[in-house]
């Protein structure tokens, strides 16, 4: 395709996402390269998914990234089916013969910070296969001295071909204690050498809402980074878990339609009730209620002041078109995550270049 490699590190911005039909439709249809050259996804095994068709999914979202020159961190510590190592071994067997355009083959591998020593020898064995280093992901509120002397044995990589990844899933609110909490966990990484990135990630999307209509939730994740580099973190970068929940939930397909919306210092959410039954709206329509509930969400978002206009990515195009009358299989639960997540990506890149 022609574009520039973006090497492993350089990236301002980080973005975690599950391998579900939303996240990968936003990324499969991403187009632009722009998007993803100051940001770098991180795509996470799905526990309980069907095997082979998730790993066909995460072929394809690799490939896709490397197509604009971004190799993808790849986290299967959940994946019952394969286990952590062997999940991202098959991954890169299956593209072992595909010449890429980053010099390796698309991915950086994942090692969570709760991987026993066999994980981490075999995570360690794939990230120097790859080239490309690895990933240390933390999510325990306290990290000692001899916790990370472990992980840097495992692995037998240095500090400078690592990410480190401090994450602290969801946040509602900053507090001193939170902050603390994080800074503590960097400067004890820190103190065995400075690695090739360290990202604060963090979601402040809640798991249910209560509201319908229109309005506004602070980022609290944005906020939360600001608050660690105001204190010192130089270099920290920002992460976040896209536009859902980072706590996966139990699937159950809701009765309202919501667009989660990244706007400068806040979420704009537009959400509506499904009606149940056709009459409920007194209009005639050979769609389905779910799909002309969507519509009327990205109405919502269309009119506000916050929307960044149909060119801004593919999904702000998406969201017009449902809002205009265009636009087809609106029914479908994946399409307000695809097209938020679409205009998430656009957001983090334009923040990168602001």
Same mark, same amino acid.
């Given at each position: 395709?022609?574009?520039?490699?973006?090497?492993?590190? $350089?990236?301002?911005?980080?973005?975690?996402?599950?391998?579900?039909?939303?996240?990968?439709?936003?990324?499969?249809?991403?187009?632009?390269?722009?998007?993803?050259?100051?940001?770098?996804?991180?795509?996470?095994?799905?526990?309980?998914a069907q095997a082979e068709k998730q790993l066909e999914d995460v072929i394809t979202a690799v490939r896709t990234l490397n197509g604009f020159g971004r190799a993808v961190m790849l986290d299967a510590s959940e994946?019952?089916?394969?286990? /952590?190592?062997?999940?991202?071994?098959? =991954?890169?067997?299956?593209?072992?013969?595909?010449?890429?355009?980053?010099?390796?083959?698309?991915?950086? +591998? /994942?090692? #969570?910070?709760? !991987?026993?020593?066999?994980?981490? =020898?075999?995570?360690?064995?794939?990230?120097?296969?790859?080239?490309?280093?690895?990933?240390?992901?933390?999510?325990? &509120? *306290?990290?000692?001295?001899?916790?990370?002397? #472990?992980?840097?044995?495992?692995?037998?990589?240095?500090?400078?071909?690592? $990410?480190?990844?401090?994450?602290?899933?969801?946040?509602?609110?900053? =507090?001193?204690?939170?902050?603390?909490?994080?800074?503590?966990?960097?400067?004890?990484?820190?103190?065995?050498?400075?690695?090739?990135?360290?990202?604060?990630?963090?979601?402040?999307?809640?798991?249910?809402l209560s509201h319908t209509k229109v309005w506004e939730e602070p980022r609290i994740e944005e906020e939360l980074w600001h608050a660690l580099v105001a204190a010192g973190a130089g270099g920290l970068r920002l992460?976040?878990?896209? %536009?859902?929940? &980072?706590? &996966?939930?139990?699937?159950?397909?809701?009765?309202?339609? =919501?667009?989660?919306?990244?706007?400068?210092?806040?979420?704009?959410?537009?959400?509506?009730?499904?009606?149940?039954? $056709? $009459?409920?709206?007194?209009? !005639?329509?050979?769609? +389905?209620?779910?799909?002309?509930?969507?519509?009327? %969400?990205?109405?919502? *978002?269309?009119?506000?002041?916050?929307?960044?206009?149909?060119?801004?990515?593919?999904?702000?195009?998406?969201?017009?078109?449902?809002?205009?009358?265009?636009?087809?299989?609106?029914?479908?639960?994946?399409?307000? /995550?695809?097209?938020?997540?679409?205009?998430?990506?656009?957001?983090?890149?334009?923040?990168?270049?602001?």
């Amino acid at each position: 395709m022609g574009t520039s490699v973006v090497q492993p590190g $350089d990236f301002t911005a980080l973005v975690a996402l599950r391998v579900k039909e939303g996240e990968l439709m936003a990324i499969n249809n991403a187009n632009r390269a722009a998007h993803f050259r100051p940001v770098q996804p991180l795509l996470q095994f799905e526990a309980g998914a069907q095997a082979e068709k998730q790993l066909e999914d995460v072929i394809t979202a690799v490939r896709t990234l490397n197509g604009f020159g971004r190799a993808v961190m790849l986290d299967a510590s959940e994946d019952a089916a394969f286990g /952590v190592a062997g999940a991202l071994g098959e =991954t890169a067997n299956r593209l072992a013969d595909e010449a890429d355009l980053s010099g390796h083959r698309g991915f950086i +591998p /994942v090692a #969570r910070c709760d !991987a026993n020593d066999r994980q981490l =020898t075999m995570l360690g064995e794939l990230c120097r296969e790859l080239g490309a280093g690895g990933v240390l992901r933390v999510r325990e &509120p *306290v990290v000692m001295a001899s916790t990370v002397e #472990r992980l840097l044995a495992g692995l037998r990589l240095g500090c400078e071909d690592l $990410d480190l990844i401090v994450d602290l899933q969801y946040v509602p609110k900053v =507090t001193s204690a939170l902050t603390d909490q994080a800074g503590e966990i960097i400067r004890t990484f820190a103190a065995f050498g400075p690695f090739r990135s360290t990202t604060l990630l963090a979601g402040s999307v809640p798991g249910t809402l209560s509201h319908t209509k229109v309005w506004e939730e602070p980022r609290i994740e944005e906020e939360l980074w600001h608050a660690l580099v105001a204190a010192g973190a130089g270099g920290l970068r920002l992460g976040d878990y896209g %536009v859902v929940h &980072p706590v &996966p939930g139990d699937g159950f397909r809701a009765k309202h339609v =919501t667009l989660r919306y990244t706007c400068w210092d806040h979420w704009l959410y537009s959400r509506e009730r499904i009606p149940e039954r $056709d $009459d409920e709206t007194g209009l !005639a329509s050979t769609e +389905p209620p779910r799909a002309r509930t969507f519509r009327a %969400v990205c109405r919502n *978002v269309v009119q506000s002041e916050d929307y960044s206009g149909p060119g801004f990515s593919w999904g702000d195009r998406a969201i017009s078109d449902a809002a205009e009358g265009r636009g087809r299989g609106l029914g479908s639960s994946s399409k307000p /995550v695809a097209y938020a997540t679409s205009h998430h990506l656009a957001y983090l890149a334009s923040r990168a270049a602001a």
